[in-house]
C-alpha cells in the first residue's frame, strides 16, 4: 500500500517532518558534528521522520582523503553523529559510542548530497544500538551499527572528567 489517496496526492502526515533543535546542548557546544557554530565541523542539522533520524549534508575538499573523495574516518564519523542523534530525538536521552560495526559499500564523492538515516535497532537501559545508513545518488555507501552506552549523571561525568554541563541533564538516563 502507497501513502497515494485514489488522486494520487501524497498524504502529508505520512511524510511529515519535525526538525529537530540543534541548540538542545547549549548554542556554543563543541560537538563536531553538530555543534551549530563549530568552526570546522560538519554542523549538521537533524528531522526526524516516523521512527528515523535523518541528515543532508554536502562534503567539501576540505572533507576528502583520496582526490574527490570523503576521507573514510569522516564518513564514519557523519554516521556516528546521525546515530548519536537517533538516541536525542528518538528516545531524549544522550550516550557514549563505545562499538561501531561499519562497511564502506561504495567512495562518497565531494560535492553532492549524503543523505543519512539512523533508527533504534535494539533498546535498552545501558546499551541502545543503532543502525545507520549513508546515501548518495540514491545507492547506500556506508551501512552500520553503533552500540551507545546510556550513562546517569555520575558515569558522565567521570567519563568527561569534570561536571557535566547544564544543558546536558536531562538526557542523562
Not at 568552526?39 to 528531522?47: A, E, K, W, Y
Not at 573514510?72 to 559510542?97: H, P, Q, R, S, Y
Not at 555520575?154 to 538516563?173: I, K, V, Y
Request: with cysteine; net charge negative.
Amino acid at each position: 500500500m502507497d501513502d497515494a489517496d485514489s488522486h494520487g496526492a501524497v498524504s502529508p502526515v505520512a511524510h511529515a517532518q519535525e526538525p529537530l533543535d540543534g541548540t538542545l546542548f547549549g548554542g556554543e557546544q563543541p560537538c563536531f558534528g553538530c555543534g551549530p557554530t563549530h568552526p570546522i565541523g560538519f554542523r549538521l542539522t537533524f528531522v526526524r521522520e516516523a521512527d528515523e533520524i535523518v541528515t543532508r549534508f554536502v562534503p567539501t575538499d576540505a572533507h576528502q582523503g583520496p582526490p574527490g573523495i570523503m576521507h573514510g574516518g569522516l564518513v564514519t564519523t557523519l554516521a556516528d553523529e546521525v546515530a548519536a542523534w537517533a538516541l536525542i530525538g528518538l528516545l531524549g536521552k544522550f550516550g557514549f559510542t563505545v562499538q561501531i560495526e561499519a562497511k564502506l559499500r561504495g567512495a562518497v564523492r565531494v560535492g553532492a548530497e549524503v543523505v543519512g538515516k539512523s533508527r533504534i535497532v535494539k533498546g535498552g537501559s545501558r546499551i541502545v544500538r543503532v543502525g545507520v545508513t549513508l546515501s548518495q545518488g540514491g545507492a547506500d555507501m556506508f551501512t552500520g551499527e553503533f552500540g551507545f552506552a546510556l550513562m546517569d549523571q555520575a558515569g558522565a561525568e567521570r567519563l568527561l572528567g569534570g561536571p557535566l554541563p547544564e544543558a546536558w541533564l536531562r538526557f542523562t538516563r
